[in-house]
């Protein structure tokens, strides 16, 4: 197994930065990379909060660096606890970082885009329409809005040219888009050395969240764990040594880490094969079948987490659902 030494010879430089969100598996990762330029490509960034931001400062000390070295930025998908810290970087660097990400994420961490907070009512409507209670969903809003003060959006973000590797000082990293978590998070993969930069794709002791996200007219844009499946078994089929994840520790032996996951994948699914022979149910019966001492603040990654699931078993053909004007119920076929 790689250890830090092994990776500083490769100029690869893992930053860990602390987070309040317990369900992440950890303290989330940003990797400061040298570049042939002498400066520093930074793969994500971590919250921005003090707390962060100062883990941030004291891990670029550590390795002899500051902001000033960081010349470009990656951010890895647009959760708030990658990019949140990216605004004050760019502040503190004195001169002009570019920031890339993939298309289908920055919508979530640029200016000039709508909120989540923004569309909290186009979500309202689709999680009644699942059969989520009022009072669930006005506690767990109450319960997490705070979390989307915490990041500064982004003044520019262009999109990352996924046929150019990044070429490094001592490493040359594949970009690789590996669809699941978010639509459009990014992974890099040293082929010569056998590292895989997974993010948030791939956590040792965690499954990554697959989330709803809905499109403009507050329909379904796409199914999280449909494409996380398919992505996943392309990092199976990988030559990797060591994977170095967004939260934790890295680690080894990617191909169990995976196959474990599937297994759990399984067994979710057929839990909810379990509830369905009973009769039609709705998303949000199922989601109480599956986590029944969740709290009310975990609505929203329980019910993702359900739905994903149900839209598998759709894919399959084993499921199906009925679309009446209320609500969204679900039946084997």
């Given at each position: 197994m790689i250890d830090a030494a092994d990776l500083a010879d490769l100029g690869i430089h893992r930053i860990s930065m602390p987070i309040p969100f317990l369900e992440a598996g950890g303290p ?12 520093l490509l930074l793969f994500d960034s971590g919250l921005g909060s003090p707390q962060s931001s100062a883990a941030m400062a004291e891990g670029l000390a550590r390795i002899g660096r500051s ?267």
């Amino acid at each position: 197994m790689i250890d830090a030494a092994d990776l500083a010879d490769l100029g690869i430089h893992r930053i860990s930065m602390p987070i309040p969100f317990l369900e992440a598996g950890g303290p989330v990762n940003a990797y400061a990379i040298e570049d042939r330029d002498g400066g520093l490509l930074l793969f994500d960034s971590g919250l921005g909060s003090p707390q962060s931001s100062a883990a941030m400062a004291e891990g670029l000390a550590r390795i002899g660096r500051s902001p000033r070295d960081i010349h470009r930025i990656v951010v890895s998908h647009g959760h708030i606890d990658h990019y949140g810290g990216a605004a004050g970087l760019l502040e503190q660097a004195g001169h002009d970082v570019p920031v890339h990400a993939h298309p289908r994420d920055i919508p979530k961490m640029a200016e000039g885009f709508p909120r989540w907070m923004d569309q909290v009512g186009l979500y309202g409507a689709f999680f009644l329409r699942l059969g989520v209670p009022l009072d669930v969903m006005e506690e767990a809003w109450r319960q997490v809005r705070e979390g989307f003060t915490k990041a500064r959006r982004l003044p520019r973000v262009e999109p990352i040219d996924l046929a150019e590797p990044l070429r490094m000082r001592h490493a040359t990293f594949e970009v690789m888009h590996m669809p699941g978590h978010t639509p459009g998070l990014l992974c890099l993969y040293d082929r010569e050395h056998r590292l895989f930069v997974s993010d948030d794709h791939l956590l040792e002791h965690v499954s990554p969240n697959p989330l709803i996200e809905l499109g403009p007219d507050g329909q379904e844009d796409w199914r999280p764990l449909v494409a996380y499946l398919e992505s996943v078994m392309r990092l199976h089929a990988l030559d990797v040594d060591a994977i170095l994840p967004g939260h934790a520790t890295p680690f080894g032996d990617h191909r169990a880490v995976i196959d474990r996951l599937l297994v759990f994948y399984d067994k979710r699914q057929q839990r909810i094969r379990e509830e369905l022979r009973k009769g039609p149910l709705t998303g949000w019966e199922v989601t109480r079948h599956l986590f029944p001492r969740a709290p009310a603040s975990a609505m929203f990654l329980t019910v993702s987490e359900t739905l994903a699931n149900l839209e598998v078993l759709e894919e399959r053909g084993e499921v199906a659902r009925d679309a009446d004007p209320d609500h969204l119920r679900f039946h084997l076929r």
